[in-house]
Nanobody, 115 residues
């Protein structure tokens, strides 16, 4: 069983920055990919970013150049650094990993961009 807990959300003005964290209950991030997704009010959950076991990264076009995904395997924690935030980035952000062909999700952290 894997537990993921997101933190770091909050209210930020447009153009601001936030760093989200995703703490895992075990050493899952050392050998498994970690993902960030988000779900805006009234919309479907969408992919944001991925970091693979080999540190390769991938981003949705909407966040490319503004967001950076990373992880600290020693701390069993993943991160999403978000810069240049826009109102359309407002959403609940979730982290995900998969282990033994099963997806594990956190409960999310709310990010609100407003002036």
């Amino acid at each position: 069983q894997v537990e993921l807990v997101e933190s770091g959300g909050g209210l930020v003005q447009p153009g601001g920055s936030l760093r989200l964290s995703c703490a895992a209950s075990g050493s899952v991030f050392s050998f498994n990919a970690m993902y960030w997704y988000r779900q805006a009010p009234g919309k479907q959950r969408e992919y944001v970013a991925r970091i693979g076991p080999g540190e390769s990264t991938n981003y949705a076009d909407s966040v490319k150049g503004r967001f950076t995904i990373s992880r600290d395997s020693a701390k069993n924690t993943g991160y999403l650094q978000m810069n240049g935030l826009k109102p359309e980035d407002t959403a609940v952000y979730y982290c995900k990993t998969n282990l033994n062909y099963r997806d594990y999700w956190g409960k999310g952290t709310l990010v609100t961009i407003a002036s």
